[in-house]
């Protein structure tokens, strides 16, 4: 079956993106779109049978597109879709666009909340593009976002939102099957140490004025120059033992060049050591990834110099990928830019889209998807697999200070289990060099085992 898809005119490319990404690409349904002038989105059959969605993001002037104006107004309402019969964990949604309506007929359901508005605003990372609160990095955080504010960081509203939109289409067309999909875990490590570093380490303590640790520091590397303890950042094959073990492959992402040493410099890409290990990644069948220098983020020229430098070397040692990612460094992001600039080096996905000050759904998902560049008005052929949760986020005393606790694994657990409700993907980030302390190893195993 066919679906009739009629939008209002204006922002034909916005409607048409989101549209694909909500019915096509999470929903797998068949459908075809028109602008129309109407004052809402009409999902019809061309027989009588119709749902009709409020359209209130995409009716705004063309004036208000990405000024303060196209944001959600606040204080947001929220809406009780007990009526609805999706699969939902909270039946208590917020309303981003529209109003708080619902109403069923025989052969029609009317929706006054704007699903496609709402979810283009997490997808397409609306408040990011207008806002200038950045954090000390230049990052967006947490701390900034809608999702903070209304406590919905930990749940994926768009997700919910296409539970509702399913509901609503399946009460009409009981004949509608959507795409299966599954859930997934993707552990993923950002190699910022290949090997422990002395000067980077004593750098780093006195920067912090930890004296005691620059002499345990330096402890530690003479123990490891005399071979009487382990390369604490060697823990790749641990990792790799750790992922096999529950069925899943690892993915590691290498910074290949420099371009700030205060952040970058800690080991040389293309050298035998980590050809070795590229090698041996590729072997065992897990996967080699990008970790964009640290001024990456706002250089597509730099991007794709990086990026040319690890195919290079992985081609060397004979590693074949189907598909390559990147996570940017530190997080370090600018919407759109940055998304255009992994276009155009070649990358099919990046997977830098969570915080560093806090877990959750940036993106308001648990699933992968294609985005959108809102200053060129066009879709793009990357996909963003977002970032759920990071270790240090949850464990260090800069972030949610909550240690290897039992309160630090729940957290990490609810957010697993909120993912594989929505059969979504639960991106979690670990870093090599952390798993060398039994105690946090433990921790991790157990938690990619939950």
Not at 63 to 76: F, H, K, N, Q, Y
Not at 77 to 88: C, E, G, H, I, T
Not at 327 to 333: D, G
Request: hydrophobic fraction near 40%; proline fraction near 4%.
């Amino acid at each position: 079956m066919v679906l009739r898809v009629e939008v209002p005119v204006g922002y034909e490319k916005e409607q048409a993106y989101i549209a694909r990404c909500l019915l096509s690409d999470f929903l797998g349904l068949k459908y075809e779109i028109a602008p129309k002038p109407i004052d809402r989105v009409l999902i019809h059959d061309g027989d009588g049978r119709e749902l009709s969605i409020a359209a209130d993001l995409f009716t705004r002037s063309s004036d208000a597109w990405l000024t303060a104006a196209s944001l959600p107004r606040e204080p947001l309402a929220w809406w009780n879709a007990s009526d609805v019969p999706a699969r939902l964990i909270d039946r208590c949604l917020p309303v981003l666009y529209g109003k708080p309506a619902f109403s069923r007929g025989e052969r029609s359901v009317h929706l006054g909340i704007d699903i496609f508005g709402g979810a283009f605003f997490f997808l397409a990372r609306l408040e990011e593009v207008i806002s200038n609160r950045l954090d000390a990095y230049g990052r967006f955080p947490a701390s900034e976002a809608l999702s903070l504010r209304y406590s919905i960081l930990h749940r994926p509203v768009v997700d919910e939102y296409v539970e509702v939109l399913w509901a609503c289409l399946h009460a009409l067309w009981p004949g509608l099957r959507r795409r299966p999909r599954g859930f997934r875990q993707h552990l993923t490590h950002d190699v910022d140490h290949l090997r422990f570093s002395l000067p980077r380490a004593l750098v780093t303590d006195v920067r912090r004025r930890k004296l005691d640790l620059a002499l345990s520091d330096l402890r530690l590397w003479m123990a490891i120059r005399r071979g009487a303890k382990a390369d604490p950042c060697d823990t790749y094959d641990l990792i790799m033992d750790i992922s096999e073990r529950a069925g899943v492959a690892s993915a590691f992402y290498f910074i290949t060049k420099w371009t700030n040493p205060a952040y970058d410099l800690s080991y040389v890409f293309n050298q035998r050591r980590t050809r070795e290990l590229l090698r041996r990644i590729s072997t065992r069948g897990h996967e080699i990834g990008l970790h964009g220098s640290y001024n990456a983020f706002s250089s597509g020229r730099q991007i794709a110099k990086e990026f040319g430098a690890l195919r290079q070397a992985s081609r060397a040692v004979g590693a074949r990928q189907l598909r390559w990612g990147c996570r940017q460094h530190y997080l370090r992001w600018r919407t759109p830019d940055t998304f255009q600039h992994c276009e155009d080096a070649g990358l099919d996905y990046d997977t830098t889209l969570g915080y560093a000050d806090d877990v959750g759904f940036r993106c308001g998902t648990s699933h992968e998807f294609a985005v959108f560049n809102v200053k060129t008005r066009n879709s793009l052929r990357l996909k963003e697999r977002p970032l759920i949760a990071m270790d240090c986020t949850v464990l260090d005393p800069e972030f949610l200070n909550q240690g290897i606790t039992s309160t630090a694994f729940d957290r990490f657990k609810s957010l697993k289990d909120t993912c594989r409700h929505y059969d979504g993907n639960f991106t979690l980030l670990w870093h090599n060099n952390r798993l060398a302390d039994p105690a946090e190893a433990s921790f991790y195993r157990a938690l990619v085992n939950a």
